[in-house]
């Protein structure tokens, strides 16, 4: 079974600095997604990112890009000229790519709390 | 256009009782899931809908829930006989395909309460 881990359960960075969230995983499968999730207290989940494992080129949307480091499984979140905005809990997610009913699934982390101070 | 929608958005029951939980995807999403997000914990998934049928329904932890889609758009997650461990907030996604690296787009999520 696949697992997903954050290992930083709080963080937090400075008004416009940069930041990188961590988030690791276990799969024997080749193919797969990975995504970053945003979860503000509106409790409503936005996407921040997604990755395909297939492709080596690391995902970047704005201020956002990943480190998709698929040897080590890792894939970190880094957020650059942070915006207090960015406040919220990250989730790293992930999706297997095999074509089957039961694999639609995302299996998520634990989440990391972000804070950024003014 | 609007977004995924659920209602309630906070529901209080006591242990025991029967509560029901409206999740309204987005128009012509095909794929929908429920997941559960306890305090402090990401969300696990409970039940995938693809059409009107349940693809995936290995993730409901016992026969105390269920879930339907019947027309194919509005799902209702059912509990039965609920505990103080039902309690959690309770999302919905949708997503035009389940294939791919489709985004799965959340509703707001309902809190649900078992006193």
């Known amino acids: 079974a696949q697992t997903v881990t954050q290992s930083q359960p709080e963080m937090s960075v400075q008004e416009a600095e940069t930041v990188t969230l961590s988030c690791t995983y276990d799969t024997s499968e080749s193919d797969y997604y990975l995504f970053w999730y945003k979860q503000p207290p509106s409790r409503q989940m936005i996407l921040v990112i997604r990755q395909e494992a297939y492709k080596q080129q690391n995902a970047t949307e704005n201020r956002f890009s990943v480190n998709f480091q698929k040897a080590a499984k890792s894939f970190s979140l880094k957020i650059s000229d942070s915006q207090l905005g960015d406040a919220a809990m990250y989730f790293c997610?992930?999706?297997?790519?095999?074509?089957?009913?039961?694999?639609?699934?995302?299996?998520w982390g634990l989440g990391t709390s972000l804070a950024v101070n003014p | 256009g609007a977004g995924v929608s659920q209602t309630p958005s906070n529901k209080v029951t006591e242990k025991g009782k029967y509560v029901e939980l409206r999740c309204d995807p987005i128009?012509?999403?095909?794929?929908l899931y429920w997941y559960r997000q306890s305090l402090g914990q990401g969300p696990e998934f409970l039940i995938y809908f693809q059409g009107t049928g349940a693809a995936d329904d290995s993730g409901l932890p016992n026969d105390r829930f269920f879930a339907v889609r019947p027309e194919g758009s509005v799902s209702t997650l059912k509990i039965q006989r609920t505990e103080r461990g039902d309690s959690a907030v309770y999302l919905c996604a949708s997503s035009f395909t389940s294939g791919g690296a489709a985004e799965q787009f959340f509703g707001p999520g309902t809190r649900l309460t078992v006193l």
């Open positions: 128009s012509g999403h095909t794929a």
């Open positions: 997610a992930y999706r297997s790519a095999i074509n089957a009913g039961n694999n639609r699934k995302l299996i």
